[in-house]
């Protein structure tokens, strides 16, 4: 009981900072998740992440734009499809290494101040490796910000939203052939949900109030520091 009550903190964390900036419940929450409650990586992570951009997603709806949505979704099938097949029978020590060093990749994707254009090449690509990092470490919104960081924050935060719901289901059902999400799984969403809720809509209260450049380069360094943590667990 006392490890629900730290994971529902720490989604609360991550669920306030996305509802500022469009991402963070995964790139902050996640890394302090596992060393709390492991179990909760990848799969109950992405079906709360779910909830959580459904109603980022409805509240931006006018700023959904399916010309740059069609391709990265076609890349996260084939990412999906990739990542599924490494994860399956992989033993723990050699996933939370994996985990760990695909942090600080996502990590330093983040920091990147980079101009792509934005085509269907470069969607799909930009899918790939979010379906891939997103069905493995439930964090996959590093490589979709690098190509639309430039867009409107309303665009960004619509677009991704819909995308990870997207990418999501199929990581969801990805996970669930390979026999890592049933049951089990959706109860550790169910008593973590409360978190993600009440961060979201906290972060609606001062939305307006805080730069969201602070916030977003203080979890980069809160997230650097877990994941650095993490591998130094497990090397």
């Known amino acids: 009981m006392f490890e629900i009550l730290i994971v529902n903190f720490l989604l609360f964390l991550g669920a306030f900072v ?16 596992f060393m709390v409650m492991p179990q909760m990586i990848p799969a109950p992570m992405i079906l709360n992440s ?44 050699t996933f939370a290494l994996m985990f760990s060093t695909m942090l600080l990749i996502l990590i330093s994707l983040s920091l ?5 254009p934005i085509n ?6 930009a899918g790939f490796f979010s ?53 089990a799984e959706i109860k550790l969403s169910a008593f973590t949900l409360p978190g993600v809720f009440l961060g979201f809509y906290s972060s609606r209260l001062i939305i307006n109030k805080i730069p969201a450049k602070q916030v977003r380069y203080g979890i980069l360094a809160m997230s650097t520091i877990s994941s650095l943590m993490l591998f130094y667990k497990y090397l």
Do not use: H
């Open 18 to 33: 996305q509802g500022i900036i469009g991402y963070g419940l995964g790139i902050l929450s996640v890394p302090l998740i």
């Open 50 to 93: 779910i909830f959580l951009c459904w109603i980022i997603a409805r509240d931006n709806k006018s700023y959904i734009d399916s010309n740059i949505l069609k391709w990265p979704i076609v890349g996260a099938l084939i990412g999906t499809a990739t990542a599924a097949s490494v994860l399956a029978g992989i033993e723990e020590r």
């Open 112 to 116: 990147m101040k980079l101009k792509l």
């Open 120 to 125: 269907g090449t470069s969607g799909v690509i």
């Open 131 to 183: 379906a891939v990092s997103g069905t493995i470490t439930a964090i996959g919104g590093p490589p979709i910000a690098l190509l639309w960081q430039n867009l409107l924050p309303q665009t960004i935060r619509a677009n991704m939203s819909v995308f990870f719901i997207c990418s999501s289901i199929i990581a969801l059902t990805a996970l669930a052939i390979i026999g890592k999400f049933g049951w």
